[in-house]
């Protein structure tokens, strides 16, 4: 490899004591050898161990961290890395660097900001001041990483001085990972954290000011923690303000098995944040959790606090599903129901990583010094199975870093430990793993009904495509004691790296049909029914893009399977992550006694191109696969590979589980609505399944149960993802999907004479897309954000001709003839715009099909169906007989003659089919019609069915003296021409204020108007809009309005019609007071609220309806303890006013809408002044009267669709005149007094 993988830090010059400046030294050894730094973005060809012996080594800038890098300290003796007083920069060990002038780009993309590990270390910064000389808090660690990382038993000592600003781990970004075995002494902040998931185990806080402040998150898993003598256990109020991002604050959070003690605040909160305790120790903590400068939500003191549960949760009790807000104890608990063997005397069992740091050399074998090579060439099957075998339970098995590839089975038998030097690769290769049809396992654990102590730690596994039939692990080994069968730092890569044969060049993401060379594996681990396993820190990864090239373009690889666990337990899975694989990512089939904190994954980004199960559908099947047969041939959001499967199992207990769908073919239009994919998760036949803090993005349905249920996401929205507290599984039922009859046929049935296929008949055939020469499309224009943007698409090198499905019905076989479809197309891949400032990045375009056949007047040059004769292409018989399937990965059957040269040359004469690119862009209507039926449109059903929907409500305001305004709605969306779909969708967009609406489409179809508060129209199909305009007309003098837009499958797709919305008719519009809805008063006078539900002018979550000071502008000036809000001269200071009147039609009072947040109104009311004059019909009160009420409002009006009413201060002769209330913003006028 070229490469020093193995540096000792004073092989470079360091010292290490405790004088001698040992920074430029440590930093050689680090970037020694041409290493992945600022310009590499990631390379897997360059890793190191740098190891640092005992020692003091004084440091005065950062230790940056190269990609792929381990840095190890003496386990025997940790060394210490000290700051010294004059240290500048983020971070005395720093996985991630700044650009200076870089508008904050850094070296590496934090999310993939893979394969790093930092141990055995004492990192000291007590010396530093408050401040760095450039203006940083000192810093122990920057530790801004993805999957694959980890921190484990390292001690940051920091100062205790009054007004330290010290910080232990600063981590502002990415999307792990691993933090264990750790100790922080002193500081302001012990863990300064932030990112998309993570797990943390068995960290120990002392005497800092805060022990943990969190900056966001999605979920984070927090066991074992040890928290003495900090002001603060774990604050979670930061990022709060309607300014953060996608207004991201920290959405889930889940503490097990900790002790707080003499710490006045547990865990301080700003009621954004679902949160569970469980097993949780106060010794002296008065607040459990509480707000700052509030209420106390739960009491502490000397308690245990044996569950709580704080947000939305859900209870699936066989095909009853029952929503609460939940702010007590889980009834029934997963603590409760968990059996012994997955639990020790003070929680959930855990085992740190073995480093058999007290095992001399002696009791180590190499497995290079025995004969392995590990040069990515040599097959090293026999020796690496030799060594094994003999060393079983004697020796521990030493992997030098390298490439060892095996061309069959490796069996490890009980009693053996392999660890490997920063990921070790193990590599399956070859005709043994190639077939897909009779799957090879490529590492075996243990045979069935084995027990013993197998330990595998800092590996990796992975394989040279194609070897569609690898099963890279299966685990049959039961443990011999707990926790003795287990794997630490080990992780699973197929494709995206050097060697793999699976790179950017061989499997580009621009491929329209699957390459079989690119489909790798069918099942990457299983774990089997007689299996027990201890698991941490593993990822399971099909790549999603290239990490050897500098751009890290994406990739379409093919695994049929991630991770599916049979076993009866125990297992636990702490920290692991599962993703990209076609069918799903984790699936528990008839599986039992199974803990797990922080599951992770990814949708694949290809899909649906194809739609799921292909490629593998009639390849090797498990039992009750699935085979998305409920899916409508024509959804766009059905057929994707399933997050996690719970089949017919008992026990399973997960801490945090996080589900993403980001993309629907490498667009990620489909973001903006949560509108990727349907579903993402389900449990079936299934009892105590216990969920904590479920969190998704880019789905519909977050869970399903029993095949009936669906969470909805847009209904549980905490920032930019959906987010539950809990959910819980009791006896439920359900349906598994039933056989696939369509197979598909493999790509060679074009290029061999008289084909023959087979399958069960009855069964129906998809033969693949016939091919067809290259094609050029033409440059094309479209508008990103009010930008004109024009792209040229690359050649389709592969252009084919999709053909039918065909019906085989005779038992004996029989020849059929294939037709192409009606209204042929070529897609044309996604372009990624290269030029232009996009935030965030460019968004991919997609130009429109190239329908066929050209017409001849956008051709200069015509080469391929030039007349009516040629068109439509006439395609060869395929013969049909019964038996298995073929797969799509299956290789063609040798053919009689196909050596011959001049054949080769004529078949690879293939000119592109136009000599120059097109003209312009070819419609449908430029097509003469062929195949298509009388009256059908042309379009899909993309929107179908009864659970496709999105809902969402926006202010948008209003240019003084218009009384309309113009909003283009694929912006409001987020999406425009270039990247989603609403074909199939019916709309319906309302607002309280409106008088009438118009809805202009381009191109144009149908322009239909409305004389009320809302309008319903259905989205054209042929052709589809690429802009819709909504206009609502309005009184004089609105200055903003909200708009609702509500979006559902129309009733031709199989949807449901929209109801109009309540209040939406005269009654219901709040300008002149009558209103259809139940009015809410307040009860006392000492300000008790009333908490009431209304489906329609309730707030779906009642916590976002908080603020805080300084968050937002009131009136026009910033919301402080000491400002002024007034009812007063209402046309200045409400965002709208009106009037309330009773059931007999008395005006009771007057409403002013004073400030909005999120979709909650806070409403001041006052007693009209028709009552004497004693009522003035106006009022003030005070911010701090104001924040109050919210704050209180949420804590005691938790739950779904809740409104909250209190007096307010404004009592004359001890009559309530003024009421203050929490309601939609479209029903202030619910808001009475009495």
């Known amino acids: 490899m ?179 075995d750790l100790t922080f002494t ?95 120790k106060l010794n002296n903590a008065p607040i459990a959790v509480g707000f700052s400068g509030g209420p106390t939500v739960l009491q502490g003191g000397d308690v245990l606090i044996d569950n709580y549960g704080n947000g939305n949760n859900f209870i699936q009790n066989g095909a009853t599903l029952t929503e609460t807000f939940l702010n007590g104890a889980y009834s029934p608990s997963a603590k409760a129901a968990a059996p012994s063997s997955l639990r020790s005397s003070s929680g959930w069992f855990a085992r740190s990583k073995p480093q058999y740091q007290n095992v001399g050399i002696g009791g180590f074998i190499d497995i290079k010094a025995a004969g392995a090579a ?202 692991t992550g599962s993703e990209h694989c076609t069918l799903y990512q984790y699936r528990f089939y008839h599986s039992q006694n199974i803990f797990a904190a922080t599951l992770q994954t990814e949708t694949p980004y290809y899909q649906p191109n194809p739609k799921a199960p292909a490629p593998f559908t009639g390849a090797y099947a498990l039992p009750d696969d699935p085979t998305f047969t409920y899916c409508s041939p024509d959804s766009a959001t059905c057929a994707y590979a399933w997050g996690m499967e719970i089949i017919g199992s008992s026990n399973i207990m997960i801490y945090g589980a996080g589900f993403y769908s980001w993309f629907q073919w490498y667009s990620q239009a489909c973001l903006s609505i949560e509108a990727c994919q349907e579903r993402i998760s389900r449990v079936i036949n299934s009892d105590n399944i216990f969920i904590v803090n479920l969190y998704t993005k880019g789905v519909y349905s977050m869970i399903q149960g029993s095949s009936t249920s669906d969470v909805l996401a847009l209904q549980n929205m905490d920032g930019f993802l959906g987010t539950i507290v809990g959910w819980t599984g009791l006896d439920t039922i359900g349906q598994l999907d039933s056989p696939s009859s369509v197979i598909p046929l493999p790509p060679w049935v074009w290029t061999v004479p008289s084909p023959t296929v087979s399958c069960h008949i009855p069964c129906v055939i998809q033969p693949p897309p016939t091919p067809i020469r290259p094609i050029q499309p033409p440059a094309y224009t479209t508008t990103i954000s009010g930008t004109p943007v024009t792209v040229t698409p690359p050649v389709i090198e592969t252009p084919g001709i999709s053909v039918q499905s065909i019906s085989v019905v005779v038992p004996t076989g029989q020849t059929v003839t294939p037709i ?124 179908a069915g009864t659970i496709q929907s999105y809902s969402n409500t926006w202010t948008i305001s209003v240019p003084s003296g218009q009384t309309s305004v113009n909003i283009d709605l694929f912006n409001l969306l987020g999406f425009g021409s270039y990247g989603y779909t609403l074909d199939g969708a019916t709309m319906q967009a309302y607002s309280v204020s409106a008088t009438g609406w118009s809805v202009s489409m381009s191109p144009t179809s149908s322009n239909p108007t ?49 109801p109009d919305p309540a209040g939406s008719g005269s009654s219901g519009s709040g300008g002149d007071g009558d209103s259809s809805l139940e009015l809410i008063f307040p009860a006392n006078l000492n300000g008790d609220i009333v908490c009431g539900s209304d489906s329609v002018a309730g707030v779906s979550r009642m916590t976002d309806c908080m603020f805080s000071y300084n968050s937002g502008i009131v009136q026009g000036q910033l919301l402080t303890e000491t400002a002024t809000i007034t009812t007063g001269n209402p046309t200045s200071n409400c965002i709208r006013s009106g009037e309330t009147k009773n059931k007999e039609g008395i005006i009771t009072n007057r409403w002013c809408l004073v400030y909005q947040f999120n979709t909650c109104a806070f409403v001041i009311s006052d007693k009209s002044e028709l009552f004497g004059s004693s009522f003035p019909g106006w009022s003030v009160i005070s911010g701090q009267v104001m924040r109050n009420f919210a704050i209180q409002a949420a804590n005691q009006c938790s739950g779904s669709s809740k409104t909250a009413v209190a007096a307010g201060p404004f009592q004359p002769f001890g009559v309530i005149a003024q009421s203050l209330c929490l309601t939609s913003p479209d029903h202030p006028e619910i808001c009475a007094v009495p």
């Open 374 to 575: 590990g040069n990515g060439q040599t097959d090293d099957t026999a020796v690496i199975n030799r060594v094994l075998a003999s060393s079983a339970g004697s020796s521990i098995v030493y992997f030098p870093h390298g490439t060892y590839m095996v061309s069959d089975t490796i069996s490890i038998p009980p009693g053996t430990k392999i660890v490997g030097e920063v990921w070790s690769e193990i590599m399956g290769f070859g005709d043994k793993f190639a077939d897909i049809s009779n799957p090879r396992v490529m590492i075996r654990v243990g045979t069935s009904g084995q027990t013993g102590e197998v330990e595998i730690s800092d590996m990796l596994f992975t394989v040279q495509g194609a070897t569609a039939g690898a099963i890279l692990m299966e685990w049959n080994l039961a443990q011999a004691s707990q926790g003795s069968a287990g794997m630490w730092d080990a992780h699973f890569r197929v494709g995206g790296a050097l060697g793999s044969d699976l790179q950017f060049d061989d499997c580009p993401w621009t491929q329209v049909e699957p390459n079989p060379d690119c489909i790798a594996a069918t099942t990457l681990f299983h774990i089997t029914s007689s299996a027990s396993l201890y698991l941490e820190n593993v990822w399971v990864w099909t790549a999603d893009h290239d990490l050897d090239i500098p751009a890290q373009s994406q990739v379409s690889v093919y695994t049929a399977r991630c991770l599916l666990i049979e076993s009866q337990g125990p297992v636990w899975l702490w920290g």
């Open 820 to 943: 192409i479809v009606p209204s042929p197309s070529i897609t044309v891949p996604l372009i990624v715009p290269t030029a232009g400032n996009w935030p965030g990045g460019a968004p991919p375009i997609i130009p429109p099909p190239i329908p066929l056949p050209i017409p001849p007047p956008l051709v200069p040059v015509c080469y391929q169906f030039c007349s009516d004769a040629d068109w439509p292409p006439i395609l060869p018989p395929i013969v049909v007989v019964d038996g298995p399937p073929l797969p799509v990965g299956a290789p063609p059957p040798v053919v009689a003659g196909a050596d011959d040269p001049d054949v080769e040359e004529n078949n690879g004469d293939c000119g592109i089919l136009f000599e120059t690119s097109l003209t312009d862009w070819p419609n449908s209507g430029d097509v003469p019609d062929w195949g298509q039926e009388t009256g059908e449109t042309g379009g899909t059903c993309q929107w």
């Open 2 to 180: 070229g490469v020093t993988v193995f540096r000792n830090v004073k092989d470079y010059g360091a010292v290490g004591d405790g004088v001698t400046d040992d920074t430029a030294a440590i930093n050689r050894a680090i970037t020694d050898g041409n290493r992945c730094g600022e310009t590499c973005g990631s390379s897997t060809t360059t890793p190191a161990v740098v190891y640092f012996p005992s020692g003091t080594y004084l440091i005065s800038s950062p230790l940056i961290q190269y990609y792929y890098t381990q840095f190890v300290g003496n386990p025997n003796a940790l060394p210490t890395l000290k700051a010294t007083p004059n240290f500048a920069g983020i971070g005395v060990i720093s996985a991630n660097v700044y650009i200076p002038g870089a508008s904050g780009a850094e070296w590496y993309v934090p999310q993939s900001n893979f394969y790093r590990q930092v141990r055995n270390f004492i990192i000291d910064i007590s010396d530093c001041p408050t401040v760095t000389p450039d203006g940083f808090a000192p810093t122990g660690i920057h530790w801004q990483v993805g999957q694959a990382t980890s921190i484990e038993n390292v001690q940051f000592v920091m100062s205790q001085a009054d007004g330290t600003t010290h910080v232990g781990i600063f981590m502002e970004n990415g999307s792990g990972g691993y933090l264990g």
């Open 186 to 280: 002193g500081g302001a902040i012990g863990m300064w954290c932030g990112s998309q998931q993570f797990t943390s185990r068995n960290l120990k806080f002392r005497n800092c000011v805060q022990a943990i402040e969190m900056i966001w998150d999605w979920g984070w898993t927090w066991h074992g923690l040890d928290i003495l003598l900090c002001q603060i256990g774990i604050n979670v109020t930061a990022l709060t303000s309607a300014t953060a991002e996608h207004n991201q604050g920290v959405a889930a959070i889940a503490v097990l098995d900790s002790v707080f003690t003499n710490v006045p605040i547990a865990i301080l909160t700003s009621g954004k944040t679902n949160i569970m305790m469980e097993n949780v």
């Open 1010 to 1058: 409305s004389s009320g508060t809302f309008i319903d129209f259905d989205i054209p199909t042929n052709p589809l809009p690429t802009s819709i305009t909504l206009t609502p007309s309005l009184p004089g003098g609105t200055s903003s309005i909200n708009l609702h837009i509500e979006i559902r499958a129309s009733q031709s797709c199989g949807g449901n019609p929209i």
